[in-house]
């Protein structure tokens, strides 16, 4: 179900557009996870999906193996435990802009790891530019990592529309538009968000996560320039 693509498996659009929504898919339940804390519907979920343990990126497959390791010992307090850790590894208890992994792109591209700076402004004209609002139901900044990640979750699912509309040259500025955000946004700060959650989280659910995601960008990343170079061929 959740799985890196290789480029060189996709041999035409029908391919491209699986391949694309089986992405899409990944970056929607990482920005579950990120969005909000684990609740009783989404940990019967996970424990119910196949994670893959052979993707040929050492961190999703060691991440994977962390989660799934967690979720397969879960016990009465197990939400309360989850609750727990997503608040210390991601809220903190202060405001200096260290005591936590702090989920926001302009905290780790301002000088002063502050909120509400030029990624926020830059990610909101975007998300506009693209025909999208966040719900007013959220109410953390759009650099949110939940945010980006939804993003390029809608991306994807645009682009698998188009190449089953065979509307190559809307499917290809939509591979280009997703290039550019990973570049630009999601892997300028991602990293380091990642490093600083293995600092804070303590259950293998939230540290296994760190790992997926740093992983599966990277890996995604090298998927869509291939993509691009192909295209270009």
Known sequence: MIENIAPEAIADNQEIARAM???AATYGLLARLYR???DQTLLEELKTVHFPFDTGNGLVDSGYRMMVTYLSKTWENT?????ADY?????????DGHSAAYPYESVYTSERRLLMQDARTEVLALFRANGLEKDSSFKDAEDHIALELEFMQLM??????????????EALALV???????????MAWV???TTEMLKFAKTDLYRGLSRVTEGFLTEDQRVLEEMLENAED
């Open 191 to 193: 990293p380091l968000f």
């Open 79 to 83: 939400l309360t435990e989850l609750a």
């Open 156 to 169: 994807a699912l645009r682009c698998a529309e188009a190449l089953r509309s065979n509307d190559a040259d």
């Open 176 to 186: 280009r538009a997703q290039a550019a955000f990973l570049d630009d946004h999601l």
């Open 87 to 95: 608040l210390r590894t991601f809220l903190g208890h202060g405001i």
């Open 21 to 23: 929504e089986s992405r």
């Open 36 to 38: 909000r804390e684990v």
